[in-house]
């Protein structure tokens, strides 16, 4: 019996190990491919407006874009990418006023398009 228990505790171990190096993997993913330390001197809009530049032109007719919001105030620097931004951090440093009329649980781009800031 406790050899039974105890195998099963071992088992339990290994698939909590696995599931998190799993997890920890897909984290560092997701984030932005690495860098030199020269590219990250280069502005963001250099590289995405040739590899995402669906997403750079949204970008560069919005009101962000025209202000000329840069995109690490919003998603962060390579050091801390935020693929989605955290809007109660992101969004709120500009936007307090209008933060308070949305306290739902919707995030500011299931109604303005993410990177257009036109509502949908």
Do not use: R
Not at 47 to 68: F, L, R, V
Not at 72 to 84: F, K, S, W
């Amino acid at each position: 019996m406790k050899k039974q228990i105890l195998m099963g505790l071992t088992l339990a171990a290994l698939i909590m190990l696995v599931a998190c190096s799993g997890m920890q993997m897909a984290k560092t993913m997701v984030g932005h491919p690495p860098l030199s330390e020269q590219e990250m001197l280069i502005a963001c809009s250099e590289c995405h407006q040739k590899t995402t530049p669906a997403i750079y032109d949204e970008w560069y007719a919005s009101t962000h874009g025209i202000g000329n919001v840069k995109c690490y105030q919003c998603h962060g620097t390579y050091e801390n990418l935020l693929v989605t931004p955290d809007m109660n951090i992101s969004c709120d440093s500009c936007h307090t006023d209008k933060m308070g009329d949305h306290t739902g649980t919707q995030t500011c781009w299931e109604c303005h398009g993410a990177h257009s800031f036109m509502a949908n």
